[in-house]
């Protein structure tokens, strides 16, 4: 790979969204006008856990005046889900979890809908719930999915039918025997995260309507406008050209937006809406158990090391709290089987990571994808078996991460990574081994650092298109599927598309989506988009750019090899020609001899990756198991309150090996913003569940990090080891940002006040009630 | 949401009388930063809320000439925070009303309707009740005056009878010399609803033992906000480091706190515990430096 210098990529330009957004112009689907036509949809939802349903009785509701459309699980008894169909738009037979919708009405007005749904009479006969995952995977626990045989099913994905087990991925590799009894220190313990939710500034939001053509259109605030075209036409059994989904804004998505979970049941209400638009928007309350969370997980850690530190073998056992339907959720169970020994070297390995079904809220994507559940575990397991052997965190760290072409858990072998230097800058940005004051009495400090990986999770081929179209005046119009939800893609894809014409970015206008109208996007996870969508606008770029070159030379009677775009103007090395693209690239170029050449420039681009390979299915070992890893580390400063247990962070340094920054503020906003809400879910975020019920789903009880919340200080270090297949070397760094923040904050709790907590969040109360068992339970009163 | 009138009213004897003739289903309407979200969330149903904001005096905060101050009910968060006639004299009330939410949420949320909540959290309370506040209510009986240490009944309950409503609070200027102080724990810097909270109010006082006196309440930690008597009499008794950790000790014994899911009543109890040392620990040391 040859990298040139840029002009554009690797600058900071501010975000070409940015104004509108600031302005208030920007519009979200909520801002969306569909005058007085609009019809208004709510969702009738389960209050139990597990039930099946023995009647529905919607007479009521469709007598009210003012109610157009009621909607049930017998009129769309069909399953949808991303790698495993076993989701249906609105239950049918049974319920699974606590707000499951089982039925829905469109009306004149909300409140009216809201009535309506009041009138639907449901009848359940209760079934014993599912609430643990652990308990779940065992033969004793009730079978959520009896079905489960019958659904259609990703290759990839390993389900156990007549269990609650819809995935388990295996990993065997190397001799565990040999591993344990070259350890001088074998350690076992079992960590604990609870479910959480994305908090997306913007909810759910949906407007679905069918033309008399048969038509739909979904405008949708979604990260897979695509995919939600997919599922959703599968579905309901229609031509995917008969279904045209708009995302305009996104006002954050964090993964909740990924996949399908309600726009379905939108679109099933638009159906037999007569042609009514039907609006359908998520209360904060619905967001918070109703659409995804992140999964939970229980995880047990059995780790063996030599006394210099040298980590010799793993047994992990993953048991993913993955709720009611695990279509989006059995990948990232996979994701976390393939990563299960986080960034380490480890030559025996025995890994399972189930996904068991529970009555708890649907488990989905969520930035870092399993990611930030196993670090927890894995991060803290590593420094408490370091403090056993008398060694230092950092060196041990060091000694274990993945270089250069050593193996990873599935025998693939690693790529060109800056894993090593992240964790040295990170620790010596964070002044490892340096002790500093506390801010009063009562209060210590410690430092912490934890190390991570994550791979873009997805099928092995998702593709990227690009097209770009040029305007008179020489500017152009890019046109991708990816979307911007508040990540950047819209500059970055200016940015590309800019250095890739040789135009300066402001003659660079990005689309948001259309499906009809843009080219295809598998979806705007995994951190994928800047590498994948990039490459595709690379192409898109390169293609329309010899366009214009093919054209000049051949009218000038120049080698094309003699010509650039530089700024917006072809020119010539060979003549010091220069010519700006204003007209010729829509109008093409007249020859000396009188006739034309040219015509309106279009270049289009794809990128799919094709060189992933299946793993075993018994020891998940294979050639290349994902596309790539990002790495990275962060370190954490915090003090703590030994009286009332508060800690506060105060200092956290990110240090992520990105490749190439295209944007490095928008790649540092990213590291902050990430470990903000890393350490939001490190420290208060839980959806409190008692038998299914969500307890805290507002706000008032579910509490995030806001900017006083924020640490102190914040520290970014960009690590550039470029990707071989990346736009300018680049790889994601979405998601990792938050990865290892907890284990990190855990870790450095820890060295200021020697408690450990095993279970996500540390609360003021676990560290309160942890010092007080480490002080003896009448030490102190 | 369910739809409901909106009255405005001009004159109390107004007010009362919509109150009386809904039968209960008429709501009093202040900032409404409580009142629409229980309305939206579906646990209250009231057919008429009754603006209040309108009425004489109620939006006032001044200072009365016999020296007490006087809060009009439908009075501001902000208003009160930032007044410079309590900054100066009951520092303690600034700091519990700005301590509730945001700024945003403080300009609109009352005082008044923080108190008539009843929420044992509420966090202009324990400061009011260490100034030894007392609430001004009319009704269709006329006036009455409740010391506010009486006026909550329990959690979302005072001695509010059908019909009345709060029109203000008066605050009697503290001994010469207080020192008073607010703490507060949440989880969150900022906005969040007390898990503990603690008001220490401390005054040079010659004829007391320890040389002060106090008045010590406590937020979040039992049906109401209540005092913590034994604490106050122990400190008035010895306010050394000795007597101040009695003192707290008594204070976490004065506590009668639940389990919810924001804390165990265990933790509520140490933490009063340690927050009363801590408030008790600043005034004296700001007593000492003064």
Same mark, same amino acid.
């Given at each position: 790979?040859?990298?040139?210098?840029?002009?554009?990529?690797?600058?900071?330009?501010?975000?070409?969204?940015?104004?509108?957004?600031?302005?208030?112009?920007?519009?979200?689907?909520?801002?969306?006008?569909?005058?007085?036509?609009?019809?208004?949809?709510?969702?009738?939802?389960?209050?139990?856990?597990?039930?099946?349903?023995?009647?529905?009785?919607?007479?009521?509701?469709?007598?009210?005046?003012?109610?157009?459309?009621?909607?049930?699980?017998?009129?769309?008894?069909?399953?949808?889900?991303?790698?495993?169909?076993?989701?249906?738009?609105?239950?049918?037979?049974?319920?699974?979890?606590?707000?499951?919708?089982?039925?829905?009405?469109?009306?004149?007005?909300?409140?009216?809908?809201?009535?309506?749904?009041?009138?639907?009479?449901?009848?359940?006969?209760?079934?014993?719930?599912?609430?643990?995952?652990?308990?779940?995977?065992?033969?004793?626990?009730?079978?959520?999915?009896?079905?489960?045989?019958?659904?259609?099913?990703?290759?990839?994905?390993?389900?156990?039918?007549?269990?609650?087990?819809?995935?388990?991925?295996?990993?065997?590799?190397?001799?565990?025997?040999?591993?344990?009894?070259?350890?001088?220190?074998?350690?076992?313990?079992?960590?604990?995260?609870?479910?959480?939710?994305?908090?997306?500034?913007?909810?759910?939001?949906?407007?679905?309507?069918?033309?008399?053509?048969?038509?739909?259109?979904?405008?949708?605030?979604?990260?897979?406008?695509?995919?939600?075209?997919?599922?959703?036409?599968?579905?309901?059994?229609?031509?995917?050209?008969?279904?045209?989904?708009?995302?305009?804004?996104?006002?954050?998505?964090?993964?909740?937006?990924?996949?399908?979970?309600?726009?379905?049941?939108?679109?099933?209400?638009?159906?037999?809406?007569?042609?009514?638009?039907?609006?359908?928007?998520?209360?904060?309350?619905?967001?918070?158990?109703?659409?995804?969370?992140?999964?939970?997980?229980?995880?047990?850690?059995?780790?063996?090391?030599?006394?210099?530190?040298?980590?010799?073998?793993?047994?992990?056992?993953?048991?993913?709290?993955?709720?009611?339907?695990?279509?989006?959720?059995?990948?990232?169970?996979?994701?976390?089987?393939?990563?299960?020994?986080?960034?380490?070297?480890?030559?025996?390995?025995?890994?399972?990571?189930?996904?068991?079904?529970?009555?708890?809220?649907?488990?989905?994507?969520?930035?870092?994808?399993?990611?930030?559940?196993?670090?927890?575990?894995?991060?803290?397991?590593?420094?408490?078996?370091?403090?056993?052997?008398?060694?230092?965190?950092?060196?041990?760290?060091?000694?274990?991460?993945?270089?250069?072409?050593?193996?990873?858990?599935?025998?693939?072998?690693?790529?060109?990574?800056?894993?090593?230097?992240?964790?040295?800058?990170?620790?010596?940005?964070?002044?490892?081994?340096?002790?500093?004051?506390?801010?009063?009495?009562?209060?210590?400090?410690?430092?912490?650092?934890?190390?991570?990986?994550?791979?873009?999770?997805?099928?092995?081929?998702?593709?990227?298109?690009?097209?770009?179209?040029?305007?008179?005046?020489?500017?152009?119009?890019?046109?991708?599927?990816?979307?911007?939800?508040?990540?950047?893609?819209?500059?970055?894809?200016?940015?590309?598309?800019?250095?890739?014409?040789?135009?300066?970015?402001?003659?660079?206008?990005?689309?948001?989506?259309?499906?009809?109208?843009?080219?295809?996007?598998?979806?705007?996870?995994?951190?994928?988009?800047?590498?994948?969508?990039?490459?595709?606008?690379?192409?898109?770029?390169?293609?329309?750019?010899?366009?214009?070159?093919?054209?000049?030379?051949?009218?000038?009677?120049?080698?094309?090899?003699?010509?650039?775009?530089?700024?917006?103007?072809?020119?010539?090395?060979?003549?010091?020609?220069?010519?700006?693209?204003?007209?010729?690239?829509?109008?093409?170029?007249?020859?000396?001899?009188?006739?034309?050449?040219?015509?309106?420039?279009?270049?289009?681009?794809?990128?799919?990756?094709?060189?992933?390979?299946?793993?075993?299915?018994?020891?998940?070992?294979?050639?290349?198991?994902?596309?790539?890893?990002?790495?990275?580390?962060?370190?954490?400063?915090?003090?703590?309150?030994?009286?009332?247990?508060?800690?506060?962070?105060?200092?956290?340094?990110?240090?992520?090996?990105?490749?190439?920054?295209?944007?490095?503020?928008?790649?540092?906003?990213?590291?902050?913003?990430?470990?903000?809400?890393?350490?939001?879910?490190?420290?208060?975020?839980?959806?409190?569940?008692?038998?299914?019920?969500?307890?805290?789903?507002?706000?008032?009880?579910?509490?995030?990090?806001?900017?006083?919340?924020?640490?102190?200080?914040?520290?970014?270090?960009?690590?550039?080891?470029?990707?071989?297949?990346?736009?300018?070397?680049?790889?994601?760094?979405?998601?990792?940002?938050?990865?290892?923040?907890?284990?990190?904050?855990?870790?450095?709790?820890?060295?200021?006040?020697?408690?450990?907590?095993?279970?996500?969040?540390?609360?003021?109360?676990?560290?309160?009630?942890?010092?007080?068992?480490?002080?003896?339970?009448?030490?102190?009163? | 949401?369910?739809?409901?009138?909106?009255?405005?009213?001009?004159?109390?004897?107004?007010?009362?009388?919509?109150?009386?003739?809904?039968?209960?289903?008429?709501?009093?309407?202040?900032?409404?930063?409580?009142?629409?979200?229980?309305?939206?969330?579906?646990?209250?149903?009231?057919?008429?809320?009754?603006?209040?904001?309108?009425?004489?005096?109620?939006?006032?905060?001044?200072?009365?000439?016999?020296?007490?101050?006087?809060?009009?009910?439908?009075?501001?968060?902000?208003?009160?925070?930032?007044?410079?006639?309590?900054?100066?004299?009951?520092?303690?009330?600034?700091?519990?009303?700005?301590?509730?939410?945001?700024?945003?949420?403080?300009?609109?949320?009352?005082?008044?309707?923080?108190?008539?909540?009843?929420?044992?959290?509420?966090?202009?309370?324990?400061?009011?009740?260490?100034?030894?506040?007392?609430?001004?209510?009319?009704?269709?009986?006329?006036?009455?005056?409740?010391?506010?240490?009486?006026?909550?009944?329990?959690?979302?309950?005072?001695?509010?009878?059908?019909?009345?409503?709060?029109?203000?609070?008066?605050?009697?200027?503290?001994?010469?010399?207080?020192?008073?102080?607010?703490?507060?724990?949440?989880?969150?810097?900022?906005?969040?609803?007390?898990?503990?909270?603690?008001?220490?109010?401390?005054?040079?006082?010659?004829?007391?033992?320890?040389?002060?006196?106090?008045?010590?309440?406590? #937020?979040?930690? $039992?049906?109401?906000?209540?005092? *913590? %008597?034994? /604490?106050?009499?122990?400190?008035?008794?010895? !306010? +050394?480091? =000795? #007597?101040?950790? $009695?003192?707290?000790?008594?204070? *976490? %014994?004065? /506590?009668?706190?639940?389990?919810?899911?924001? !804390? +165990?009543? =265990?933790?509520?109890?140490?933490?009063?515990?340690?927050?009363?040392?801590?408030?008790?620990?600043?005034?004296?040391?700001?007593?000492?430096?003064?």
């Amino acid at each position: 790979m040859t990298i040139k210098k840029t002009t554009i990529v690797g600058q900071s330009f501010q975000r070409v969204e940015s104004n509108a957004k600031v302005t208030g112009a920007a519009q979200y689907v909520d801002d969306l006008q569909f005058g007085p036509n609009l019809l208004h949809g709510r969702l009738k939802r389960s209050p139990l856990p597990h039930a099946l349903i023995k009647r529905i009785d919607v007479s009521k509701a469709k007598a009210l005046p003012g109610v157009r459309v009621v909607v049930t699980g017998q009129d769309y008894p069909g399953l949808t889900g991303l790698y495993l169909s076993d989701r249906p738009i609105f239950a049918v037979d049974r319920v699974r979890f606590v707000g499951e919708p089982v039925a829905g009405v469109a009306a004149e007005t909300p409140e009216l809908a809201e009535k309506a749904c009041d009138l639907i009479e449901v009848e359940y006969e209760e079934l014993p719930g599912v609430f643990d995952p652990e308990y779940g995977a065992s033969p004793e626990a009730p079978l959520i999915h009896p079905n489960l045989g019958e659904y259609a099913c990703a290759p990839f994905i390993f389900r156990r039918p007549g269990t609650n087990i819809s995935n388990w991925f295996k990993v065997r590799k190397g001799n565990m025997e040999q591993g344990w009894a070259e350890a001088d220190y074998i350690y076992e313990h079992t960590y604990r995260v609870p479910q959480v939710q994305h908090v997306p500034l913007e909810t759910h939001a949906t407007v679905a309507q069918v033309d008399g053509n048969g038509k739909i259109t979904l405008w949708s605030s979604s990260q897979s406008p695509f995919a939600q075209r997919n599922l959703i036409a599968k579905s309901l059994g229609i031509s995917h050209s008969k279904l045209r989904v708009i995302t305009p804004y996104v006002g954050g998505g964090f993964g909740s937006k990924a996949g399908v979970s309600m726009e379905g049941a939108c679109v099933a209400m638009a159906l037999k809406a007569k042609g009514r638009p039907v609006k359908l928007v998520m209360s904060r309350a619905e967001e918070f158990y109703t659409t995804f969370v992140r999964q939970g997980l229980v995880a047990k850690i059995k780790m063996g090391m030599t006394k210099d530190g040298r980590i010799t073998a793993m047994q992990n056992t993953y048991y993913w709290d993955a709720g009611a339907y695990t279509e989006y959720g059995v990948n990232i169970t996979r994701a976390a089987g393939y990563s299960s020994t986080g960034p380490y070297y480890v030559p025996n390995v025995h890994a399972d990571s189930l996904c068991v079904y529970t009555n708890h809220p649907i488990g989905g994507a969520m930035r870092g994808f399993g990611m930030p559940e196993i670090h927890w575990a894995i991060e803290q397991h590593i420094d408490r078996m370091a403090e056993h052997l008398g060694l230092d965190p950092v060196q041990v760290r060091l000694l274990n991460c993945l270089k250069d072409g050593q193996e990873t858990v599935t025998g693939m072998p690693m790529h060109p990574t800056g894993l090593s230097q992240c964790i040295q800058k990170a620790a010596e940005a964070i002044g490892w081994g340096k002790p500093s004051q506390p801010s009063g009495p009562h209060k210590r400090r410690g430092k912490g650092i934890a190390a991570m990986w994550k791979a873009p999770a997805m099928p092995p081929n998702p593709g990227s298109a690009a097209t770009i179209r040029f305007n008179e005046d020489g500017t152009c119009l890019v046109n991708i599927g990816g979307v911007d939800m508040g990540q950047g893609t819209l500059t970055i894809a200016a940015q590309l598309a800019a250095e890739g014409l040789g135009i300066p970015i402001e003659d660079v206008r990005v689309n948001t989506v259309d499906t009809d109208y843009s080219p295809y996007e598998w979806q705007t996870v995994a951190s994928r988009i800047t590498w994948s969508m990039g490459n595709a606008i690379l192409a898109a770029a390169e293609e329309a750019k010899m366009q214009i070159i093919q054209m000049v030379a051949e009218v000038w009677g120049e080698n094309p090899q003699d010509l650039d775009i530089i700024d917006g103007n072809v020119v010539s090395f060979a003549t010091e020609e220069s010519i700006p693209l204003k007209n010729i690239v829509v109008y093409g170029m007249q020859k000396p001899d009188g006739t034309w050449v040219g015509g309106p420039v279009v270049g289009k681009g794809r990128f799919m990756p094709t060189y992933v390979t299946p793993l075993d299915p018994e020891t998940g070992q294979g050639p290349r198991a994902v596309v790539h890893f990002t790495t990275g580390a962060q370190a954490a400063e915090v003090e703590v309150d030994e009286e009332t247990g508060e800690v506060r962070v105060i200092k956290l340094v990110s240090a992520y090996d990105v490749g190439k920054a295209i944007n490095p503020d928008m790649v540092k906003t990213q590291m902050e913003g990430g470990a903000v809400q890393g350490m939001s879910t490190a420290l208060l975020e839980q959806i409190i569940l008692k038998n299914g019920q969500p307890l805290n789903p507002t706000f008032t009880d579910y509490r995030i990090a806001t900017a006083v919340d924020a640490p102190l200080e914040m520290e970014d270090i960009i690590v550039e080891v470029p990707q071989d297949d990346g736009p300018f070397g680049a790889r994601g760094i979405g998601e990792h940002a938050m990865v290892p923040t907890a284990p990190a904050i855990a870790n450095a709790v820890r060295a200021a006040v020697g408690v450990e907590i095993d279970s996500m969040p540390i609360t003021s109360e676990k560290v309160w009630r942890a010092l007080r068992e480490k002080r003896g339970a009448n030490g102190n009163r | 949401m369910q739809p409901f009138d909106y009255v405005k009213p001009k004159t109390l004897e107004e007010a009362s009388a919509l109150l009386l003739q809904h039968n209960g289903q008429a709501r009093p309407f202040a900032g409404c930063t409580d009142l629409l979200i229980r309305i939206e969330r579906g646990f209250l149903h009231p057919d008429v809320v009754v603006d209040i904001k309108a009425l004489p005096g109620m939006r006032e905060v001044a200072v009365q000439p016999d020296g007490h101050l006087r809060i009009g009910a439908a009075a501001t968060m902000n208003q009160v925070a930032l007044h410079p006639a309590v900054l100066e004299r009951w520092p303690l009330l600034a700091e519990g009303c700005a301590s509730v939410a945001s700024y945003q949420l403080r300009n609109r949320a009352t005082v008044g309707g923080n108190l008539c909540n009843a929420s044992p959290a509420a966090d202009s309370a324990p400061a009011l009740l260490c100034y030894e506040a007392v609430a001004h209510i009319f009704g269709p009986a006329g006036q009455r005056s409740v010391p506010l240490e009486q006026f909550f009944l329990g959690p979302g309950k005072t001695v509010l009878e059908r019909g009345e409503l709060l029109t203000a609070i008066t605050v009697p200027p503290p001994a010469p010399g207080a020192v008073g102080h607010f703490l507060k724990l949440g989880r969150t810097a900022v906005g969040d609803i007390s898990v503990v909270s603690v008001a220490v109010l401390g005054w040079p006082d010659l004829g007391a033992p320890s040389g002060t006196s106090w008045h010590i309440a406590l #937020g979040a930690v $039992a049906p109401t906000p209540i005092r *913590a %008597a034994e /604490a106050e009499r122990l400190l008035g008794q010895d !306010a +050394s480091p =000795a #007597g101040v950790e $009695a003192a707290s000790r008594a204070a *976490a %014994a004065a /506590a009668r706190p639940i389990d919810d899911i924001r !804390a +165990s009543a =265990a933790y509520r109890t140490d933490m009063v515990r340690v927050l009363t040392r801590r408030g008790v620990e600043r005034v004296l040391a700001e007593m000492r430096a003064s």
